[in-house]
């Protein structure tokens, strides 16, 4: 157990967005050059490059992908095409992406299934993002926020892991899916509290916010955007945020680290990943263009405007760094839920 804490608690130090990709790329910033439109590195890319998207059109992924290449096309003179590749929770995108030949042209805006925890819970994957993948910059981080509906018995976190304890699998909570980044945070979590609930599984957050208001499942944890609105609504109540840290859209809502579970945290990100081998100069005309976007107020409004958190502007070595954590972060997580690995 003690060597579990001290895990944790070296999670929370490693995964601070301030102390990892904030503090860290303020340093560098003289580097990134000064505020502006960054310009493309010379002779790349010479036409249209493809961001690759693992999620159906419309969606929040897709909505911030189609927002980055945008602001790229701006960085790159030439256009940025978004392609929509959905199947097998991401894996058929991300697939594409690291057999392409790496040359600068297709690019994969990734997040935390396709290039973290899917190594850890799908022993045959066709891929492994450390070998396969070369990293040119995280782009956001999505919010979540464990909810209950407004006239729930639980007031707290606390609240409901004590009735938790005290009725073992009577509790209820929802994920997007099984063994999906929801699933294995919080089967970790309920690990580490000494308690079992019940798990179900939903398509999203749309579907679960009826049942969860009308007091069909206890707990959901949807994004921070929809939670919000709820609570405005007087629907919902927030409990906890699962970032490393409090949250600007929610200042006085806790981390679930400060509620008795140090190091504890489930930040979810998207960045842009391409096929390793990319020549460097590639790299860092992709990295140039997402710290363009980043320095862009207007960017960053609407990031902030669909309830999400800008990343800070940040370097390829910075953002390896960060994958190498997220990983670890991601496989002791795996190992702590208990859950069974397919």
Same mark, same amino acid.
């Not at 001290?6 to 967005?17: F, Y």
């Not at 944890?221 to 609570?231: G, I, K």
């Not at 409004?301 to 390896?320: C, F, K, V, Y």
């Given at each position: 157990?003690?060597?579990?804490?001290?895990? =944790?608690?070296?999670?929370?130090?490693?995964?601070? @967005?301030?102390?990892?990709?904030?503090?860290?790329?303020?340093?560098?910033?003289?580097?990134?050059?000064?505020?502006?439109?960054?310009?493309? !590195?010379?002779?790349?890319?010479?036409?249209?490059? /493809?961001?690759?998207?693992?999620?159906?059109?419309?969606?929040?992924?897709?909505?911030?992908?189609?927002?980055?290449?945008?602001?790229?096309?701006?960085?790159?003179?030439?256009?940025?095409?978004?392609?929509?590749?959905?199947?097998?929770?991401?894996?058929?995108?991300?697939?594409?992406?690291? %057999?392409?030949?790496?040359?600068?042209?297709?690019?994969?805006?990734?997040?935390?299934?396709?290039?973290?925890?899917?190594?850890?819970?799908?022993?045959?994957?066709?891929?492994?993002?450390?070998?396969?993948?070369?990293?040119?910059?995280?782009?956001?981080?999505?919010?979540?926020?464990?909810?209950?509906?407004?006239?729930?018995? /639980?007031?707290?976190?606390?609240?409901?892991?004590?009735?938790?304890?005290?009725?073992?699998?009577?509790?209820?909570?929802?994920?997007?899916?099984?063994?999906?980044?929801?699933?294995?945070?919080?089967?970790?979590? =309920?690990?580490?509290?000494?308690?079992?609930?019940? /798990?179900?599984?939903? %398509?999203?957050?749309? /579907?679960?916010?009826?049942?969860?208001?009308?007091?069909?499942?206890?707990?959901?944890?949807?994004?921070?955007?929809?939670? @919000?609105?709820?609570? !405005?609504?007087?629907?919902?109540?927030?409990?906890?945020?699962?970032?490393?840290?409090?949250?600007?859209?929610?200042?006085?809502?806790?981390?679930?680290?400060?509620?008795?579970?140090?190091?504890?945290?489930?930040?979810? =990100?998207?960045?842009?990943?391409?096929?390793?081998?990319?020549?460097?100069?590639?790299? @860092?005309?992709?990295?140039?263009?997402?710290?363009?976007?980043? @320095?862009?107020?207007?960017?960053?409004?609407?990031?902030?405007?669909m309830g999400l958190s800008p990343s800070e502007p940040n370097t390829p070595a910075q953002h390896?760094?960060?994958?190498?954590?997220?990983?670890?972060?991601?496989?002791?997580?795996?190992?702590?839920?208990?859950?069974?690995?397919?």
């Amino acid at each position: 157990m003690l060597e579990t804490q001290r895990a =944790w608690e070296e999670s929370a130090r490693r995964l601070s @967005r301030r102390r990892l990709l904030g503090a860290a790329a303020a340093a560098a910033l003289p580097l990134l050059g000064a505020p502006g439109r960054a310009s493309a !590195q010379p002779g790349f890319p010479s036409k249209p490059v /493809h961001l690759v998207v693992p999620f159906a059109a419309g969606g929040a992924t897709d909505v911030l992908a189609r927002l980055l290449a945008k602001s790229m096309e701006a960085s790159f003179g030439q256009p940025v095409i978004v392609e929509n590749r959905v199947g097998a929770a991401g894996v058929l995108a991300a697939s594409y992406v690291a %057999k392409a030949p790496p040359d600068g042209q297709v690019a994969l805006f990734g997040g935390v299934g396709t290039n973290a925890l899917l190594e850890y819970t799908q022993p045959t994957l066709p891929y492994k993002p450390a070998r396969d993948f070369v990293d040119a910059g995280n782009f956001c981080y999505v919010d979540f926020v464990m909810a209950v509906a407004a006239d729930s018995r /639980h007031r707290s976190l606390r609240d409901l892991l004590d009735d938790a304890r005290a009725n073992p699998g009577k509790v209820s909570y929802m994920s997007a899916g099984p063994m999906g980044t929801l699933h294995i945070a919080q089967e970790a979590l =309920w690990k580490r509290a000494g308690v079992t609930l019940n /798990h179900v599984p939903y %398509k999203g957050e749309s /579907h679960v916010a009826p049942d969860l208001v009308a007091g069909r499942v206890d707990l959901a944890l949807m994004t921070l955007s929809l939670t @919000r609105q709820l609570a !405005q609504e007087g629907k919902v109540r927030m409990l906890a945020t699962l970032a490393p840290e409090r949250l600007r859209g929610a200042p006085d809502l806790p981390t679930v680290a400060e509620q008795g579970f140090p190091g504890f945290a489930m930040p979810t =990100w998207n960045g842009v990943f391409l096929p390793r081998q990319t020549p460097a100069e590639a790299v @860092r005309a992709f990295n140039d263009a997402i710290n363009a976007a980043l @320095r862009d107020p207007a960017v960053v409004r609407r990031i902030e405007d669909m309830g999400l958190s800008p990343s800070e502007p940040n370097t390829p070595a910075q953002h390896a760094q960060f994958m190498e954590n997220e990983r670890r972060r991601w496989r002791t997580m795996v190992a702590e839920s208990g859950v069974q690995v397919q």
